[in-house]
């Protein structure tokens, strides 16, 4: 672990979810989330040092608040993910791809050739939290313009 990174802090983040048990395979068993604490209604997941805890909420219904056009695909928000080293992004692709996941935006590149180029896809998890898997080319133009 570099220092940079030992001193970043790393974000919490819950979600609703309406099925605990769909959750916790989705979330251990599809996406590869290490299991930290859980309880009957919640339980913690390592998002590569980062905590997102899945809650069940009894009158949870749809977590996707509305759409926005990027590249003439449509956007879920809200959504939140990792960017990942490509291998990683693409092990990743492959893993959901293998399980069943339907992609509500394929994997794909965005500004090929150019700063910020990226490998980036969507998907919604059992509860219909939306998430987004993102890769660079080089992590330096992350806030490339």
Excluded at 116 to 125: A, H
Aim: proline content about 8%.
């Amino acid at each position: 672990m570099s220092e940079n990174e030992r001193n970043r802090p790393p974000f919490h983040l819950a979600i609703p979810v309406h099925d605990i048990e769909a959750a916790r395979h989705f979330y251990g068993e599809v996406l590869g989330f290490g299991r930290g604490r859980e309880d009957e209604r919640w339980t913690d997941w390592d998002l590569e040092g980062h905590q997102v805890v899945t809650h069940m909420v009894d009158d949870h219904s749809n977590a996707v608040a509305g759409h926005n056009p990027v590249d003439g695909k449509m956007v879920p928000v809200p959504h939140f993910g990792l960017v990942l080293p490509v291998p990683r992004f693409q092990e990743l692709a492959a893993r959901l791809q293998g399980a069943g996941v339907e992609f509500v935006i394929d994997p794909y590149v965005r500004f090929e050739g150019t700063p910020g180029e990226q490998w980036t896809m969507f998907f919604l998890d059992p509860s219909g939290n939306a998430l987004e898997f993102k890769a660079f080319a080089d992590l330096d133009q992350l806030f490339a313009v």
